[in-house]
Nanobody, 123 residues
């Protein structure tokens, strides 16, 4: 049973930076290295949306609102997913979820989810 544990959420002012981490357990490093990884976010009035994804070959994709500001990365030895966020905006406020899954013909497909961590950006 895979477990994903997030850290790094919190309160930051607009224009600031924040880094999120998500450590996986219950999976080998080898298996982790073959997974696609992603970060999602969800605000109270919105659907959960895909923010960023990274494939087993380190190909990255970002949603338009965060492109140029967010960076997703992975460490297969530490079995950790990272999301580096800069120039944060109030509209980035959401619960952020990490995910381990795969890639289909239409893009990232989630498998497991983290518990979510709150990111609040004040104006």
């Amino acid at each position: 049973q895979m477990q994903l544990v997030e850290s790094g959420g919190g309160l930051v002012q607009a224009g600031g930076s924040l880094s999120l981490s998500c450590r996986a357990s219950g999976i080998t490093g080898l298996a982790f290295s073959f997974k696609a990884l992603a970060w999602y976010r969800q605000s109270p009035g919105k659907q959960r949306e895909l923010v960023a994804s990274i494939t087993k070959t380190d190909s990255r994709d970002y949603s338009d609102p965060v492109k140029g500001r967010f960076t997703i990365s992975r460490d297969n030895v530490k079995k950790t997913i990272y999301l580096q966020m800069i120039d944060l905006k109030p509209e980035d406020t959401a619960v952020y979820y990490c995910s381990v899954g795969g890639i289909s013909g239409v893009g990232y497909v989630p498998g497991s989810w983290g518990q979510g961590t709150q990111v609040t950006v004040s104006s």
